[in-house]
């Protein structure tokens, strides 16, 4: 073990001086070297003088020629000329960064702030004695989606609001009445009379794909207008809850404040609204759910010509989830689709010929996952609308026509 130590000691003062030797000889130039470039550089500097520009913009150097050929000094640029540099390798960038702000001014004057006053109260000792300390108000976002005044929110929102404030981009605050709601799908639809305004588009969210750029726009905390960027990081998630929609997730910040805001695609159209967060600290934690805007629009649609939202009806109960083993039994394409239990009397599907025991795997020509799915997929449509449903019965692939109808509550 000695041995070993002293060998490695041994070893370690050789290496150290044979790199001493190294550099010195890198750093001391052979005199036959230097005469033989004496004359060159004598004769270069008598005849090309200096230039003033170079003598300013390159200090001396300690390196040697060799070093200096070896490790050569970057070089020094103006500040603005740096800049100009970057800026013309960045074309891309730069346009991408326009595009963003161009989209934000577009669709701010569309988004409002909402504030829906409490009428809860709690007793207090005041400096006067007791009484009674009102409770703050809700605060929320919205957005304009018809030029008549009509504001899409959240229900939660305003929900046993004793006034509702709308703050719009130029600076007005206008008092809304509240014209129709829904508890299943969380949304609200306000009423303003207000001249100017701009609404915002809705987008179709049956095309909404993970990974696509989104932009959410709202209120969070009473900061109005505040605008943030992400993506799209599922789709058809499902709620708890006794709502009906599924919804999407993303990372874009959604903090209290932001509800019933519109959630963007690149184009400026409303995907989604804005609804909840999933937390355990209370504030945002990088998951935030938005309800889809087809929900959305259809709800608003419906209270606007109804007065009320037309539920619709397909009419079958379903049990069973279809696992591999089932789907391989009834000779489907895969372990997906809704196994009928039985249907409903003159529903819609029994009028159509679907019964117990059938497997219906698609839907307007769209995949069915489960029961779930199939219960989005009905909700999504208007009341009257015919869908094409395609279904196993006993191995063979079969399809049918199916006229929804209202559900009577």
Do not use: C
Not at 216 to 243: D, K, M
């Amino acid at each position: 073990m000695k041995s070993l130590l002293r060998f490695t000691l041994f070893l370690s003062i050789l290496l150290a001086f044979l790199s001493a030797v190294y550099f010195w000889k890198v750093s001391s130039p052979s005199p036959a070297h230097s005469n033989s470039r004496a004359p060159s550089s004598a004769s270069s500097a008598s005849s090309a003088p200096s230039s003033p520009l170079t003598s300013r913009t390159s200090p001396p150097s300690s390196q040697s020629p060799k070093l200096a050929q070896a490790f050569p000094a970057p070089p020094i640029q103006p500040t603005s000329t740096a800049g100009l540099q970057i800026r013309s390798r960045l074309p891309m960038l730069e346009q991408l960064d326009r595009e963003f702000r161009e989209l934000v001014q577009q669709v701010r004057p569309s988004v409002v702030s909402i504030t829906a006053e409490n009428p809860m109260g709690v007793l207090a000792r005041q400096p006067g004695g007791w009484g009674v300390l009102r409770l703050p108000p809700n605060l929320g976002s919205g957005a304009i989606v018809s030029e008549e005044g009509h504001v899409l929110t959240n229900l939660h929102v305003i929900q046993s609001a004793s006034a509702v404030l709308v703050h719009l981009h130029d600076g007005r605050t206008v008092e809304a009445q509240l014209i129709g709601a829904d508890p299943l799908t969380d949304i609200a639809i306000l009423k303003i009379d207000a001249h100017g305004l701009k609404p915002l588009p809705f987008g179709n969210s049956d095309e909404v794909q993970p990974g696509q750029v989104v932009f959410a726009v709202g209120n969070p905390y009473g900061l109005q207008e505040t605008v943030t960027q992400g993506i799209i990081s599922g789709i058809g998630r499902r709620s708890t809850t006794e709502t009906v929609n599924e919804f999407f997730q993303t990372d874009t910040a959604i903090n209290p404040g932001n509800s019933g805001g519109p959630l963007l695609n690149i184009y400026g159209e409303m995907i989604g609204v804005n609804n909840a967060i999933h937390t355990r600290s209370g504030g945002w934690e990088g998951i935030s759910f938005a309800i889809p805007s087809n929900t959305a629009r259809r709800v608003y649609e419906d209270i606007v010509r109804y007065g009320r939202v037309k539920r619709t009806w397909f009419g079958v109960a379903w049990g069973r989830a279809i696992t591999p083993q089932i789907a391989r039994q009834l000779g489907l394409p895969g372990n997906y689709g809704v196994l009928i239990e039985y249907t409903f009397e003159k529903s819609p599907a029994d009028e159509a010929g679907l019964r117990a025991g059938d497997v219906i795997v698609e839907f307007n020509g769209r995949r069915v996952e489960d029961g779930y799915d199939l219960r989005t997929r009905v909700a999504e449509m208007q009341v009257g609308d015919v869908v094409e449903i395609t279904f196993y019965r006993r191995g063979r692939r079969m399809t049918t026509q199916v006229r929804l109808a209202e559900l009577v509550q």
